[in-house]
């Protein structure tokens, strides 16, 4: 692990010298979101992959609406018909979760590369390195230490927080619209309440939009570094779902909170 560590931590630096000449002493700041961009390319054919099995969902509903009037009186036979409706045409219900969990190894990385004293048993030079006036090892209460919210480090902290909002506030809005339209297009049958789970997914469907805004606590409470992962993957997030998902009027599901 700890020589995977080393080869990361020169990934990460020769990326900042790469950049250098553009962001000085923000540079290794800069290398971080081009490594969460790069990231995002790699992971961008699962997300076209999730998209195209939305689609395929959608077209599932009217078939879907026949077994629910087949097998109204029973909902465990309706849950058992659609999940083999799913294995016949070779469509998974998870296919949208994929691109996040992918990601997380690489979040975790950044994480752990911010929070260690020494890579390889040598001292990690990265931690010297700042955005600003804010250091990327430390996180939001250092920089309230150090100022309070509108100190130089705490500025830095106000700007994430501002577009993390701007985000999830777009995420909130998209969501809610587009599970307005699923629920008017194909509402749920009372049948359908009594299969097994149906009250957990409600609960989800319910609190889904809201997730988007748990990633200002995440910002918060990370590394700077990790968070600044999280801040560019989110934003990248957004604007990937919004051009996939452009041209289904519903059920293009809740924009999850990405890594």
Known sequence: MSSFMSVFA???????????????????????ILFTALVRLLVHPLSRAGARGQRDRLKLQPRIAELRKKHKKSPEALQKAIMELHREEKVS??????????????????????????????????????????????????????????GEQGLVYVALFVLVAA????????????????????????ADQRMPGAGAMAAM????????????????????????YVVTSTTWSAVERAVLYRDMPYGAGAAAPAL
């Open 93 to 150: 219900p998870l296919s949208g979760c994929l691109p996040m969990l992918f990601q997380m190894p690489a979040f975790f990385l950044l994480y752990h590369l911010f929070s260690s004293d020494s890579i390889g048993g040598e001292p990690n030079a990265l931690l010297g390195h700042t955005l600003g006036a804010a250091p990327l090892n430390e996180r939001f209460k250092d920089a309230l230490a150090h100022g309070g919210p509108f």
């Open 10 to 32: 020169s990934l990460v630096a020769h990326l900042a010298d790469l950049l250098d000449p553009l962001f000085h002493t923000s540079a290794t700041a800069a290398a971080i």
């Open 205 to 228: 469907g319910k609190y889904m939009p809201l997730m988007s805004f748990m990633t200002l606590f995440t910002v918060g409470a990370v590394p700077l570094a990790a968070a600044l």
């Open 167 to 190: 985000v999830a506030t777009f995420n909130y809005r998209r969501t809610k619209r587009q599970m307005a339209l699923s629920a008017a297009a194909a509402p749920t049958p009372a």
